[in-house]
């Protein structure tokens, strides 16, 4: 047995179920599994999840900043004829974003969020072999994006730090803006945004791992991935009929640094 500190202020009415917390690591390994059995059962989950939650309090309005590092790709890039309808084969392409985010979780399990993306990074890059030579081509697209998306949370402590631990699981819809879109053919940069929409909608799901530092400073590590509901391509530049439609795609990983208001 184990005691188990008492609640913050506010939080008096749970001293009843703090008084004592059984833990399985003060039950030896070698004793009669029979006793072993007896005394696991005796555990009170509900107890324990009641304080889990309860003392650290994983509710409230949070804040913070994130950095996003992604592959990207566009789908079905039109080539515009510039090498006789040939589809050059592409080549990993990469971009970032720094967001702002803010989000109210509801309890230990549930939450939404919202996030302002400022100059996502999008694209993709080409190269091939077209008659006999080395040719390239690079589209690089500029966004401002706003995600807002709900969150299935399994919180947990953690054996490491003895603070919340909580798994994330995250869906929803972006909306983004195209900033710019250009156009860099074999060294040739043009500015291309007139061929693309500027409004764009995105499914958007991942992972995300949140380590509490305290009582409302928490670190945020993931993994994320979005494609885009609409053809970017804009009237006058789509795909031929039959072939499909462009969309953007990425995934990547995303560190934040955040702070519950509780």
Same mark, same amino acid.
């Given at each position: 047995f184990r005691s188990v500190k008492e609640p913050e202020p506010g939080n008096e009415d749970l001293r009843p179920l703090l008084k004592i917390q059984i833990v399985s690591d003060l039950v030896p390994m070698h004793i009669d599994p029979m006793f072993r059995n007896l005394v696991m059962n005796f555990r009170n989950t509900e107890v324990e999840n009641n304080v889990r939650e309860n003392i650290y309090q994983i509710q409230g309005f949070h804040?913070?900043?994130?950095?996003?590092?992604?592959?990207?790709?566009?789908?079905?890039?039109?080539?515009?004829?510039?090498?006789? @309808?040939?589809? #050059? &084969?592409?080549?990993?392409?990469?971009?970032?974003?720094y967001s702002l985010n803010f989000g109210y979780d509801f309890n230990s399990r549930c939450g939404i969020q919202t996030e302002v993306l400022i100059n996502t990074a999008k694209g993709q890059k080409f190269a091939d072999v077209y008659n006999g030579m080395p040719v390239s081509r690079d589209i690089s697209l500029k966004y401002d994006e706003v995600p807002v998306f709900f969150k299935y949370k399994m919180s947990n402590m953690s054996t490491l730090t003895g603070r919340p631990s909580v798994v994330n699981f995250?869906?929803?819809?972006?909306? @983004?803006?195209? #900033? &710019?879109?250009?156009e860099n053919l074999m060294g040739t940069v043009s500015d291309i945004t007139n061929r693309f929409n500027h409004n764009d909608i995105s499914f958007v799901g991942g992972i995300e791992w949140d380590l509490y530092l305290g009582h409302h400073f928490f670190f945020a590590l993931g993994m994320r991935g979005s494609y885009s509901l609409l053809d970017i391509n804009a009237p006058g530049w789509k795909l031929e009929p039959g072939t499909g439609s462009t969309h953007n795609m990425i995934y990547g990983g995303n560190f934040g640094v955040n702070y519950l208001i509780n």
């Open positions: 804040f913070g900043v994130a950095a996003d590092f992604n592959n990207t790709n566009i789908l079905k890039q039109n080539n515009y004829n510039e090498f006789n @309808g040939k589809n #050059l &084969s592409t080549k990993l392409t990469y971009g970032g974003a995250i869906g929803g819809l972006e909306y @983004g803006y195209l #900033l &710019s879109a250009n």
